[in-house]
């Protein structure tokens, strides 16, 4: 019988089969932020156990809050800083080179096909994109990861989630996960593997790839994954150009990891995109999901841009292209944090970043910020935010508020009426 | 081995999210009990106002809940908040993966119950405490001056060595 994709990997990866069903693998990368890595630190440091398996497979990043807001995160921050430090662990990322860890670390290249990938952070499933299994955890796990280099994981089941026809102007990859999360509701997907796969997918570019895969968790899903192919290669080409001959070689060793074609799938679920519109998230679940045309007109007190599911470059030009000219409407705060400095920089070379501001945009630096309510854009009881991010949990963006998930398009059509608007009905 | 279980507090509700168990707000402690005041400070029920200091909460050491329980975040400071609360048990119809995780790999107790004998559960009257036989894969549901009711579970032989082992740093320094 042939094997997906993820059995593949971990078959590749196995240290150990604990008891059937469970596997214990060797991972390739652990990448670290300040929220969830400073417990595991103090822990492993109390217990005598200060050490890290091997420095150069752990990314860390100071993302969530930074600047520090106040002396607890300043705290959480140095903790990070002074272990990575001790431990001589290059690829850390602070103040003037953090971003959004999930858009930062595909972006410096630290992901490629058939890697096993966690993070103390459950879109962590948005590295899949590549081609790699990518498992968000808990700070128990990253601890044993960072000391150890391993992670326990049932051998998940995978859904294959396959995307035919073609979108309609205006309508991006949000509004298909969104479509996705409301057929398979919040636990559809739950100890499963989603492979998203079909021409839709094979067509789209990687931060469209990794804005379907990062909200994989909305679904309960362990992860999301796509299968590697040209277009992942292109993306890693500067990272990998030492290690193949051409791309072509490239393309070909990815393939070795495609999921066979009598692989088995728990489910198969086929969506045609051809007649999707624009997608919205109403109440405090992910799978509460209408078409924005369903939802026009209700009213929004903030419009947030950015995160890890979209805060990149092909986001902020989607969102710009519909400000442009446009004035932000009166009483709403429009907040656009691009996601890695990179981006912001490449932004504002493409004047992009001028657009938002002539709008009324306050663009932040990049962190993660509101879309937790942590900072830089948290709401007031009885707020309403239209947002590019991938939770609309009771109180996520501050303790009585109520966030709307959207595509960018979406979002900056909101910023421009003050209700939520179909974008379709801005785009010339 | 740890005892498990006692007084037990009901919350029925499905898709209990792990920002409505801690809030973001409080992932800024570099400690789990000052977690302690702000359990399930944020749970958000439709028809029912929830006090997340009423003497139940106070007393509870073991929690009922439905389908889902702890989706959202991976964020372990759920898992810790409940613990830092003495709650080392919790039972359900199913579990998001990572929260399941997460509890095992404290080793402390997500036992999942078919949907006939949770509806059991939450028919019980006045206070109830659960004990658990993790020996037996049984637990008993005992309310105050009523029958009791036995249910049998079912754990993951790995989740059960992860129990016992007392967490996933223990077994993992042992065998890694």
């Known amino acids: ?428 | 081995m740890k005892h498990f279980g006692g007084p037990a507090v009901f919350i029925d509700r499905d898709d209990i999210n792990t920002d409505e168990i801690i809030p973001a707000r409080y992932l800024t402690e570099i400690t789990k009990k000052a977690l302690q005041p702000h359990l399930l400070e944020d749970l958000h029920l439709e028809d029912q106002t929830f006090d997340p200091h009423s003497p139940q909460m106070e007393q509870a050491r073991s929690l009922v809940t439905r389908s889902n329980f702890g989706c959202g975040s991976s964020r372990e400071h759920a898992v810790w908040a409940l613990e830092v609360n003495d709650i080392n048990l919790v039972i359900g119809q199913s579990f998001a993966r990572i929260f399941r995780q997460n509890m095992f790999n404290c080793g402390i107790l997500a036992v999942e119950l078919a949907p006939a004998d949770l509806d059991a559960l939450f028919a019980l009257e006045g206070e109830v405490s659960i004990e658990v036989d993790l020996g037996q894969e049984r637990i008993t549901a005992t309310p105050a001056g009523g029958q009791a009711v036995n249910c049998s579970f079912t754990l993951n032989p790995f989740d059960k060595q992860l129990v016992e082992a007392g967490g996933w740093l223990s077994y993992a320094d042992q065998n890694y």
């Open chain 1, 1 to 428: 019988m042939g094997q997906t994709i993820t059995e593949k990997i971990f078959a590749a990866h196995r240290r150990d089969t604990p008891t059937p069903g469970n596997m214990i693998l060797d991972l390739d990368v652990i990448m670290c932020h300040e929220i969830t890595t400073p417990i595991a630190i103090m822990d492993l440091v109390e217990k005598g156990m200060d050490r890290v398996c091997d420095p150069s497979k752990i990314k860390a990043v100071i993302d969530h809050v930074t600047p520090a807001k106040d002396s607890k995160t300043a705290t959480q921050a140095k903790i990070m800083r002074d272990w990575a430090a001790r431990h001589q662990i290059k690829d850390f990322f602070d103040i003037g080179r953090n971003g959004v860890c999930h858009a930062l670390f595909p972006e410096k290249g630290f992901i490629r096909p058939g890697y096993t990938v966690i993070m103390g952070d459950s879109h962590t499933c948005t590295h899949g994109a590549f081609g790699a299994f990518a498992a968000g955890v808990g700070t128990t796990d990253l601890e044993v990861g960072i000391l150890k280099g391993v992670c326990a994981f049932r051998t998940p089941q995978s859904l294959k989630v396959e995307l035919k026809g073609s979108l309609r102007q205006g309508v991006v990859a949000k509004d298909i996960i969104l479509a996705i999360i409301r057929e398979l509701t919040v636990n559809g997907a739950t100890d499963m593997v989603i492979e998203f796969g079909g021409p839709v997918v094979e067509a789209m570019n990687m931060a469209s790839r990794m804005t379907l895969c990062n909200m994989a968790v909305e679904a309960g899903a362990t992860s999301g994954v796509c299968l590697p192919d040209e277009t992942t290669a292109r993306y890693l080409w500067p990272f990998i150009q030492d290690d193949y001959p051409t791309l072509e070689a490239a393309v070909s060793d990815f393939a070795k990891w495609h999921s066979d074609p009598d692989a088995e799938y728990a489910r198969t679920l086929t969506l045609d995109v051809s007649e999707l519109l624009p997608q919205v998230t109403f109440g405090y679940r992910p799978d509460n999901v209408k078409a924005i045309t369903e939802l026009a007109g209700s009213r929004i007190d903030q419009v947030y841009i950015g995160s890890c599911t979209n805060g990149r470059i092909e986001d902020i030009r989607e969102a710009a292209a519909i400000l442009d000219g446009r004035m932000v409407a009166p009483g709403v705060r429009g907040i656009l944090t691009p996601a890695t400095p990179a981006i912001y920089s490449q932004a504002l070379e493409e004047g992009l970043i001028k657009i938002f501001m002539d709008s009324g945009f306050c663009v932040l630096n990049p962190t993660c910020g509101a879309c937790l309510g942590m900072s830089s854009g948290v709401l007031a009881e009885g707020e309403v935010c239209a947002s590019t991010t991938n939770r609309n949990f009771n109180g996520r963006m501050g303790k009585g508020g109520m966030v709307h998930l959207m595509s960018p398009a979406s979002a900056a059509a909101a910023a421009v009426t003050g209700v939520i608007t179909d974008p379709r009905e801005l785009l010339s």
